[in-house]
């Protein structure tokens, strides 16, 4: 009895390297800022899932990083155009509802858009629009449209968003066409005019944006309104503007590659995103408006919905497009974004 006492004690010895790495991982690949911390803490401790956990800055970024091939991930968080895409290359799978039991924690409103008509590979995450974020103390007027972005005022004092799709719309819209045009002449219209702008460009960032802009180090930029919220809870003196001539609404969701390792995993840990708790916990830190009814109320629906960011009203939404994936234009989009960004 003692020698086999002894002897399974030697064999947990051995295995208990071997158990560790055989630890069930889940590979996440996220936005940067995207996600509370704590909330990653929390699945791997309820569920005992190790995530890996990667970032991105663009859509773009990201798509090339799956669409190469050679790393895989088991969830990702892709916004709208490029979901529309993502499913016409065959690179997401769908998503098995019977195991995201959550999913009636999400406002039907935001189900069946048209990048995911069918709702059949995508779960809804956050949703915001683009605006002007500015420092009322270095800015004179309130601005109230895209113009402001071109005023010399603000030389080296402005900060552009380091996305091609999005810095490249906001163009379009201020040359007085579709933010989805795919027009050679009209392109050529937002190039021109964003290489005019770059001698009064501080600089092109994403996520950086937060804190210049936090530390006074511009007056305006070009933001996406979660970050808005997040610096303005940070510093009083910002506030946020969608321009009066429209702008992009878009939709971020949460989904599986067609090639992800750990099917179940991913289900759980969407399941566990769509939690009420967890969304409002989530909300709290990431600062981007969210489609979940359930934390909204456990937020307090009025303290919420008083946000003028992240609940605009009807009359802004209305002047909003939604980013469609414009097929094999995009290389018109990447072409001129490469001349933007090389011209001196
Ligand atoms: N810091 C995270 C930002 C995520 C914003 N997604 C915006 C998508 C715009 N098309």
């Not at 099917?263 to 489609?291: H, Q, T, W």
């Not at 919420?304 to 992240?310: F, R, T």
Request: net charge negative; glycine share 4%.
């Amino acid at each position: 009895m003692k020698k086999t006492i002894l002897a399974l004690a030697a064999l947990a010895l051995v295995c208990c390297p071997l158990l560790a790495l055989a630890q069930e991982t889940l590979s996440v690949y996220n936005w940067g800022d995207y996600i509370e911390p704590e909330v990653l803490d929390l699945f791997e401790e309820e569920t005992g899932i190790k995530v890996i956990y990667e970032t991105f800055e663009t859509n773009e970024d990201m798509y090339a990083k799956i669409a190469m091939g050679g790393s895989s991930y088991d969830v990702i968080f892709p916004s709208d155009y490029m979901i529309e895409r993502m499913i016409q290359e065959n690179l997401l799978q769908k998503i098995n509802w019977e195991n995201i039991p959550n999913i009636a924690n999400i406002d039907e409103r935001f189900l069946h858009e048209d990048y995911d008509p069918e709702m059949a590979y995508s779960v809804p995450y956050t949703w915001g629009t683009m605006g002007i974020l500015y420092n009322t103390e270095m800015v004179e007027e309130a601005p109230t449209s895209w113009a402001t972005l071109m005023d010399d005022t603000y030389y080296m004092d402005m900060l552009m968003l380091n996305s091609p799709r999005d810095t490249i719309a906001i163009a379009l819209v201020m040359c007085g066409h579709d933010l989805n045009s795919v027009d050679p002449a009209d392109l050529e219209d937002a190039k021109n005019l964003l290489i005019e702008q770059k001698p009064m460009v501080l600089a092109y960032v994403v996520d950086e944006v937060k804190d210049k802009m936090i530390g006074g180090e511009a007056a305006v930029a070009l933001v996406w309104s979660g970050d808005a919220t997040f610096c303005m809870d940070e510093n009083e003196v910002l506030d946020y503007v969608v321009p009066q001539e429209g702008s992009n609404i878009f939709y971020d969701s949460i989904c599986i590659p067609a090639n992800a390792k750990n099917v179940s995993g991913a289900e759980k840990f969407i399941d566990f995103l769509c939690r009420a708790d967890i969304a409002a916990m989530n909300y709290e830190y990431v600062g981007y408006a969210i489609p979940n009814t359930a934390a909204i109320e456990l937020l307090g629906a009025e303290e919420y919905n008083a946000s003028p960011v992240n609940n605009p009203p009807q009359e802004v939404l209305d002047k909003c497009e939604v980013f469609k994936y414009l097929g094999d234009d995009t290389k018109l989009y990447d072409q001129i974004w490469t001349e933007i960004i090389s011209e001196f």
